[in-house]
């Protein structure tokens, strides 16, 4: 089983649809969440950073973190075309090397 | 706007060859990785330093990679001989320190062995 999961998609939505894009861990000492967003080509940008269990909003984007369950979920309300990458959730211990996902590819379609 | 700089942005070289890819960090940035991104995965950590020292090369196959941080600055990682399956994007990210602060990454070097 590896450290973290994610469907990799492709996910294909509507202009004005809300996104939600999943992760899932095995290693209970991860304290530090975190998505990331990677157009093609470039390199990854920090979309959310998140430490406790619980919800954290900014402007469209909401990422929750459910520690008992060992999940992770981001949110992206009114998707634009804009939001077209692919998202990769990461996270990390106190300690240790950020862990990446695979990846989610999004396509959001006027 | 400070980014993290890699050159080449593309290589493409025959298997056996050797390659080399540049990073220059943010200014001030103490900590620097180098990632490798197979492509549909997700980055792994290759090496990281801490201003010119290692701190975890666990993952880097070190019969054929090599990195440094001479200065503390700028990076280089080489590979020699490059085979088939080092054909990957290879990032550099940079830090203000090594505990957790958000990473910037660069714009990556895509290699193809041939």
């Known amino acids: 089983q590896k450290e973290v999961e994610q469907d990799p998609g492709p996910l294909s939505v509507p202009e004005g649809a809300i996104v939600s894009l999943n992760c899932t861990y095995s290693?209970?000492?991860?304290?530090?969440f975190m998505w990331y967003r990677q157009y093609s080509r470039k390199g990854p940008e920090l979309l959310m950073y998140?430490?406790?269990?619980g919800n954290k909003e900014d402007g469209r984007f909401t990422a929750q973190v459910d520690k008992s369950s060992k999940y992770i979920s981001l949110f992206i309300r009114d998707s634009q075309p804009s939001d077209s990458a692919t998202y990769l959730c990461?996270?990390?211990?106190?300690?240790?090397?950020?862990?990446f996902g695979p990846g989610t590819s999004l396509s959001v379609i006027p | 706007e400070a980014e993290v700089a890699q050159s080449p942005r593309y290589k493409i070289t025959e298997k056996s060859q050797a390659v080399a890819f540049w990073c220059d960090p943010i200014?001030?940035?103490?900590?620097l990785y180098w990632y490798r991104q197979i492509l549909g995965q997700g980055p792994e950590l290759l090496v990281q330093?801490?201003?010119?020292?290692?701190?975890?090369d666990s993952q880097l196959p070190k019969d054929r990679f090599s990195a440094e941080r001479l200065k503390g600055v700028d990076s280089t990682l080489k590979i020699q001989p490059a085979e088939l399956g080092d054909s990957a994007m290879y990032l550099c990210?940079?830090?203000?320190?090594?505990?957790?602060?958000?990473?910037?990454f660069g714009p990556g070097t895509r290699l193809t062995v041939l």
């Open positions: 990210a940079s830090s203000l320190t090594a505990s957790y602060n958000e990473q910037f």
């Open positions: 290693n209970s000492a991860f304290q530090y």
């Open positions: 998140t430490y406790s269990s």
């Open positions: 990461a996270m990390e211990t106190s300690y240790d090397k950020v862990i």
């Open positions: 200014s001030g940035h103490a900590t």
């Open positions: 330093f801490q201003d010119e020292s290692v701190v975890d």
